[in-house]
């Protein structure tokens, strides 16, 4: 019935989308290429889980209905796909880079405004 | 430089953990809060742990990965903030109140058969009803202990618990809630397919069926919740919900599509859906002539966006998912007198609305007596 209980569920299913991505991208900027090569497919995984237009998952859909709203500058969700693709292939550029770098401060944001919303502060 | 600051402010966090863990009392006075004592620890174990990662990791202290070490340092502070907040407060305030709720909601766990682990309760919410899920910890107002009207909404957050957690023994409730939201997004879709084939601007149309895409996620757990109670408590959930619209909430029809909850009035469709699934048909009735008295002395009505958002048919499907994953999770089913604490709430309701001006007076006395019986003599506590 209140905020919190509610807030603090949605909270959960970001954090954890928010934290998988960004362990990824420490693992991906990783000088050892095996480690890097590993992260990406890795990620390119959580980021095919997040844009499964099909799926029921909750957690998976908010996620997706975030980063469709914050991602225009990159194409929205279909930007994600390309960038899913060229992660499997280890062939990560600087755009498809600062797309990933993007949708993690996106779930990070998202994270601190659904925080402050529980706590009434937004 | 920046690095230096947060290097330094790193260290801080650190420190403050230690200290929060040095906080925590030990012994607990009250056995219902040792639950509450050990995740508090093992939370602030892991706080510092990832302190600790930041710190002395060589690969998150790269230059280049200053604004993962930064995310990542921000999250873990807001959980140091927020366990601070709630679970050490409560533990260090314990309260006879607090332990009185605690009994309460032990006895409801066990009586609805509830497959998680009890929260503990603290009476130190500043805001309405509350359960923070990474704690185990739901809060209520200071007062919440010497009322019964708004208890039956320990149900509705027992609910969230269902939802914020990958456990085999409610996978059944999660699935059900899926194949929901599979409901509302084919709904959604034919929607869209009916809006593009109409003529005239369709534009802020489908806008507005975009933002319901994405509304109805949590709006879906949200009903959920009250289902969930409905089912486990009875009609005194309902009750309790238009206790809360009529006495805090100004548009029951209003449709806040970056909203989280949904409106009252489709609240109070998928409850009355479930009171009929229950065969609790004469307490709907009731329920729902009560309901339109108020929204018609407060002169409410559905609007079109209401209307196109909430239609009856999408939460009467709402209220049958709800039911068969209540009942594949194990929970015990509501029924007419039988269990303790939900036979006690639907009384206060079925004594309020029998003697309205006398209410107060048989509350009172009814929670003194139930005091008594299960109030502990613990040494210690205010």
């Known amino acids: ?122 | 430089m920046i690095t230096d600051y947060f290097n330094a402010t790193i260290n801080q966090a650190r420190e403050r953990a230690r200290v929060l863990k040095a906080k925590i009392p030990n012994p607990v006075i009250a056995p219902e809060l040792v639950g509450l004592q050990g995740i508090c620890e093992s939370r602030l174990d892991d706080i510092i742990a990832s302190l600790d990662y930041l710190i002395n990791d060589p690969q998150i202290n790269r230059p280049e990965l200053l604004r993962e070490r930064i995310r990542f340092f921000r999250r873990i502070l807001e959980d140091l903030s927020m366990i601070e907040g709630t679970g050490i407060t409560a533990l260090n305030r314990i309260h006879a109140d607090d332990v009185f709720l605690d009994k309460i909601v032990f006895q409801i766990h066990q009586e609805i058969r509830f497959p998680l682990r009890p929260p503990a309760v603290t009476c130190i919410s500043q805001s309405y009803f509350g359960i923070w899920p990474s704690l185990g910890l739901m809060s209520v107002p200071l007062a919440e202990s010497d009322f019964l009207l708004h208890l039956p909404d320990i149900y509705h957050e027992l609910g969230h618990l269902l939802f914020s957690t990958e456990n085999p023994k409610v996978e059944a409730f999660q699935r059900q809630r899926a194949k929901f939201i599979g409901a509302v997004r084919e709904y959604l879709r034919e929607e869209v397919a009916l809006t593009k084939r109409s003529t005239g601007p369709t534009e802020y149309q489908l806008l507005i069926l975009k933002g319901l895409d994405r509304s109805w996620i949590p709006w879906s757990e949200e009903l959920f919740c009250d289902l969930f109670a409905l089912y486990t408590v009875g009609p005194a959930y309902a009750w309790a919900h238009l206790h809360l619209t009529a006495s805090h909430t100004s548009a029951p029809f209003n449709v806040r599509l970056e909203g989280e909850h949904p409106p009252d009035e489709a609240r109070m469709r998928v409850l009355l859906a479930g009171l009929s699934i229950l065969n609790r048909d004469a307490d709907a009735q009731a329920i729902a002539r009560r309901w339109d008295e108020l929204l018609r002395i407060t002169g409410h009505s559905a609007t079109p966006l209401y209307r196109r958002s909430c239609p009856d048919a999408l939460l009467e499907q709402a209220a049958v998912y709800a039911h068969e994953g209540t009942k594949q999770i194990g929970c015990a089913i509501a029924s007419k007198g039988g269990r303790t604490i939900s036979g006690l709430l639907n009384n206060a309701w079925e004594s309020f609305w029998k003697d309205p001006s006398n209410y107060a007076e048989w509350e009172k006395n009814t929670i003194a007596t139930i005091r008594q019986a299960i109030q502990p003599k613990l040494p210690n506590i205010p």
């Open chain 1, 1 to 122: 019935m209140s905020d919190v209980g509610l807030y603090g569920s949605m909270y959960g299913q970001l954090r954890n989308y928010a934290d998988r991505i960004d362990r990824l991208i420490v693992e991906l900027k990783n000088p050892d290429a095996g480690v890097a090569a590993a992260a990406g497919k890795n990620l390119a995984a959580v980021l095919r889980d997040i844009l499964d237009v099909n799926t029921l998952n909750p957690k998976a859909l908010l996620v997706q209905k975030v980063l469709e709203r914050e991602l225009s500058e990159f194409n929205g969700v279909r930007s994600v796909e390309a960038i899913a693709s060229a992660l499997e292939q280890s062939q990560v550029g600087e755009y498809e880079m600062a797309a990933i770098e993007k949708m993690a401060m996106i779930l990070d944001e998202e994270c601190a405004d659904t925080l402050a919303r529980m706590r009434g502060r937004a």
